[in-house]
């Protein structure tokens, strides 16, 4: 008979067994309703952590690449040791603004440079990251290659591709080893020095401004081919932003465009003029620092004014080159390297005017200006090679200029 069927009064509760067994039922029901909800909830934090555990293990190891398209090599801190013998003395290269360069020897056997920043170095994390941010993203054949970099504690270290002639310095202001640097070669120099520089300032995808050009951050393949290196100071310049103003100068007084010496105001113009000096420092083979203490007080750049004005210009030519060098040729590069050093930034040359200068043998070179003071040894602004009745120095105006430390 169904309960439906039975009296009122004659209905009674079901027995304890049969409760037990209800109860029993719905709790298993809950329970696996509880396991299908929680489960795919651990596991969607799970696989939420795990994306984010990776993402920021990638980018505390790589903070260097952001922005790379290709992934960036971080080497091993024991690779990097085991290769230079542990920093050796007899691996050291040479010793940077900001720490010493060592050979290293892979284990395949492929060559390297290590560049391990010192710890009483000026340069800290950010210009370290500074520069591995942008040479990671800079392919030229006249651009030093980074092949890697090590973050590890203490050690901040940059691995370059081995140059085996090692900087453009050790070359050109060595009597016995500036002899290998014959006219021809000493143009593929200048010229490759040059196209790097356009790239950084109009053909790659960011403006950069190097703010340390130099001899010594010249490197030079097995094929003396210049490569430029240090990107430690640069700077990069988005839109149309033509110059920048900052607080903190760097670089090197004698290559240092007075701009940006005295007011911290630096452009591509800034390039240029140490572009300029360079330039005069390979055709003479003459260092433009400590320059004035064999040359009364003038800085090269000065004494290449002073020469001009007078018309023996040629004498700036370093002896070596006697044999190999055009004189023409030589004039013509002399007459580039002061339109670069010119103390107006507006009159100095862009990189793409000066390669087409380099490259032509027709074009009409625009009469130089004086060009600006040696920052750091102040010239006094008097002496016959100021004189207007120069032959050289007639047609132009000639603004001089007293200079005194604040």
Known sequence: ?????????????????????????????????????IIPTITLFILLGSFFWCRR?????????????????IFP??????????????????????????????????????????????????????EVTLIAKLQHKNLVRLLGCCLDGNELLLIYEYMPN??????????????????????CIINGIARGLL??????????????????NILLDHEMNPKISDFG?????????????????????????????MEGVFSIKSDVFSFGVLLLEIISGKRNSGFYLSEDGHSLLTYTWKLWCKGEALELMDPVLKQSCVGAELLKYIHIGL????????????MSSVVVMLASDTITLPPPTQPAFSVGRMVASSGPFFSSDSKFCSINEITLSSVYPR
């Open 77 to 130: 801190l024991g690779q990097a040791l085991e290769a230079t013998n542990h920093f050796s003395h007899e691996n050291k290269l040479g010793e940077g603004g900001f720490g010493p360069v060592y050979k290293g020897i892979l284990a395949d056997g492929k060559e390297i440079a290590v560049k391990r920043l010192s710890r009483s170095s000026g340069q800290g994390r950010q210009e370290f990251k500074n």
């Open 1 to 37: 008979m169904s309960i439906g069927t039975l009296p009122p009064t004659v209905f009674s509760p079901p027995s304890p067994s049969s409760v037990t067994s209800s109860k029993g039922g719905k709790g298993k029901k809950a329970t696996w309703i509880a396991i299908g909800t």
């Open 339 to 350: 339109l670069c050093g010119q103390e107006d930034p507006a009159r100095r040359p862009s």
């Open 57 to 73: 293990r990638r980018n505390k190891g790589g903070e260097a690449q952001e922005g790379s398209h290709q992934e960036f090599p």
């Open 166 to 187: 090692k900087s453009l310095d050790l070359f050109l202001f060595d009597s016995t080893r500036g002899a290998q640097l014959d006219w021809k070669r000493r143009i």
């Open 233 to 261: 100071m640069a700077r990069i310049f988005g839109g149309n932003q033509n110059e920048a103003n900052t607080n903190r100068v760097v670089g090197t007084y004698g290559y240092m465009a007075p701009e940006y010496a």
């Open 199 to 216: 790239y950084l300032h109009e053909d790659s995808r960011l403006r950069v401004i190097h703010r340390d050009l130099k001899t010594s």
